[in-house]
């Protein structure tokens, strides 16, 4: 568990960088009210959330596959609450940054997303052989 979470941790922190200079870029090219000035914090929000989710989910696919799928949906379940909780509240706060926190938001999600599913199939594939 230790390598393969060590390995997520560093290919994780280089898409965090990745999207941060992309973003940084950005900024300059695109009208500013599209990016919210909020992320950097967006980006370690992610970053965070994302190594906690996936360490408990390790740790739950040792054990019975059945517990993996009710932790699977519970933490699915659970960052989708705070997520849209989180966005309610900066909106509410923030009304100026609204459109760009939410683009923002919405692009930071599909990319750790899309991460966080393939690096979990492809950990299931390698128990289930």
Known sequence: M?????QFS????????????????LNYIISTNLISSSWPILILFFLSISLLVHRFLLKKSSENHGKFINAFLLTTTIKLLLFLAVILIYVLLNRD???GFI????????IYTSFEIFSILKILRRTQK
């Open 103 to 110: 683009l923002t938001f919405f692009a930071y999600y599909l």
């Open 10 to 25: 560093k290919k994780i922190i280089l898409i965090s960088l990745l999207i941060a200079l992309l973003t940084f870029g």
């Open 2 to 6: 230790d390598s393969t979470l060590h």
């Open 97 to 99: 940054d609204a459109i």
